[in-house]
């Protein structure tokens, strides 16, 4: 039996914040599904907790320690006080740990917390990009003596005791079916990913807590992402930065966030073209074998051949003052449309814990309404809108779902209180886009870092003097 002091389940952006926070005076079991990082992984495979999925919606894992944060460019900003008005901690917290963790990963805080109005609907919203940043590498997790990593490796079993209102032991197990029994002495943290908290969550409250009720049925919300036109020449240059500036860390990037008619959106310039749009939808349906890799490797060659060619074509196109690349925008989904993740009855990972069905509904926005929007706070420098009418093939979701368990500053027993405890369990813990009560309009990463933050600092008051 090895004795942890903190077990912590998945090791993304949130676990490996949290693992490297904790460290500095406690011993540290990170648990993850996938290996350790061997060079720069960027695909995405699909996700095994997933068993069915809306033809819409693409979620996958990266199938390495360090989650997502090993499949993109780090786009990275704290969320607005105007998102906060919806969540019940306060937004001095959020800034004050922000400011925290910027200076202790040397990072200006103004580059990720920045606002300037252009009225009262539209302002800048300035993120800088940490480039291709797995936080698990970054944090040298591998190196560090309190954490002990667990590959290929999920929850099995556990015990609880019931006196002290405790999980005290763990059983995990790995993909050859071996097991290794940990004591827990201080907290359980499960941070698996937004969805991938779900079957987790599922599997402690249905024992532990057997009278909750609608474990089979969760919420969920995301950020639709949608390649809508094309973007001038010579628009303004706050929201068409090179890329390449940004990414090497000589500029930051504003991103325009407009307070429409019936959503909030924010659009930003990247160039998301056709062949990019398929690969996208296309990459988390393919297995993670030597078939569906080499199919894969195929596409993003033909997206590679076909982008320089395009590149040639844009050369001589924007001599003549024509286009420079696509217009992505995003929303932030609302319960109205009512999608859904609901408990399949088929199992994954030795059958220990369940798969899920995800039923997304995009709604279709009123697309003349945004167009007009648009324009006005581009003064028209966005042209050649596809379509009046939305065209679902141009939708991207999958990436941010949440709030599946949202916090509450009231919870009841099973729910999620301001300190990211589970209500009623008294050491068990879960952070992740589970828990926003919100999906907001701003890209989630460095928010979950600040929260992984936060939890980090309420973990070590609550357990300084403490053992069980
Ligand atoms: C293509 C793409 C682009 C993105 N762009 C941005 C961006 O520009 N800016 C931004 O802020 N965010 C972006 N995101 C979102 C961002 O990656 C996530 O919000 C962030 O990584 C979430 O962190 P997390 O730790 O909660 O979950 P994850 O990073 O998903 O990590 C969860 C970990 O848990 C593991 N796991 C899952 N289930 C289990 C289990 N049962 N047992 C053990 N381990 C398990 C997984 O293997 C994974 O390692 C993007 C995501 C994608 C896919």
Redesign the pocket.
């Known amino acids: 039996m090895i004795e942890f002091d903190y077990v912590i ?8 914040t949290l693992a490297n926070q904790l460290s500095a005076i406690s011993k540290v079991a990170l ?4 290996t350790k990082p061997k060079g720069n992984r960027k695909r ?1 495979i699909s ?1 095994p ?1 997933i068993n069915n999925a809306s033809k819409d919606f693409s979620h ?10 090993a ?6 900003y704290l969320l607005t006080e105007k998102e906060n008005k919806k969540w019940p901690i306060e937004y001095s917290e959020f800034v004050e740990n922000s400011k925290e963790l910027a200076l202790e990963m040397n990072i200006p805080h103004d580059h990720i917390n920045f606002r300037e109005e252009i009225d009262n609907k539209a302002f800048y919203h300035r993120s800088i990009r940490l480039g291709r940043l797995n936080l698990f590498n970054y944090f040298k997790i591998a190196k560090n003596k309190n954490i002990t990593c667990f590959e290929k ?3 099995y079993d556990f015990k609880y005791k019931q006196d002290i209102n405790k999980i005290t032991n763990l059983s995990i197990i790995n993909t050859l079916g071996q097991e290794t029994n940990i004591k827990v002495t201080k907290a359980l943290i499960l ?4 969805i ?2 779900i ?2 969550y599922k599997k402690f409250i249905e024992r532990i807590l057997p009278n909750k009720k609608s474990l089979d049925k969760f919420n969920l919300l995301e950020q639709p992402h949608l390649s809508i036109g094309k973007i001038r020449k010579d628009c303004n240059p706050r929201i068409r930065k090179p890329f390449k500036e940004v990414i090497k860390g000589l500029a930051s990037e504003d991103c325009l966030v407009v307070g429409g008619e019936s959503d909030t959106y924010a659009f930003q310039i990247s160039d998301v073209n056709i062949g990019t749009q398929i690969y ?1 939808r296309l990459v988390t349906r393919f297995k993670n074998n030597i078939l569906s890799n080499s199919l894969i490797l195929l596409l993003r060659l033909l997206i590679g051949i076909n982008n320089k060619i395009r590149k040639y074509f844009f050369k001589i196109r924007t001599s003549f003052n024509e286009n420079i690349g696509s217009i992505e925008i995003w929303f932030e989904d609302t319960e109205k449309n009512n999608s859904i993740v609901t408990i399949s009855s088929k199992k994954w ?1 030795k059958k220990s ?1 369940n798969k899920l069905n995800i039923n997304y509904n995009f709604s279709k926005k009123n697309f003349l309404t945004l167009k007009s929007e648009l324009e006005k706070y581009t003064n028209g420098e966005i042209y050649d809108f596809k379509n009046q009418e939305l065209n679902t093939s141009k939708i991207y979701v ?3 779902p949440g709030c599946s368990t949202p916090i509450k500053s009231n919870p009841d027993e099973g729910e999620v209180n301001i300190d990211l405890q589970i209500k009623g369990i008294e050491n068990l813990y879960t ?3 589970n828990i926003y009560p919100a999906i907001g309009f701003t ?4 928010t ?1 870092m600040v929260l992984a933050k936060r939890l980090s600092k309420h973990l070590k008051r609550k357990y300084m003097f403490k053992i069980i």
């Open positions: 389940i998945g090791s993304g952006a949130v676990g490996s648990i993850d599904i996938g995405l996700a907790y996958g894992i990266s199938g390495v320690f360090g989650g997502l944060t499949a993109w460019k780090g786009k990275t490796s999920t929850i941070s698996a990913g937004g991938g908290n079957p987790l996208r990972f814990l999958g990436p941010k952070l992740g886009l890209n989630p990463t460095w979950l």
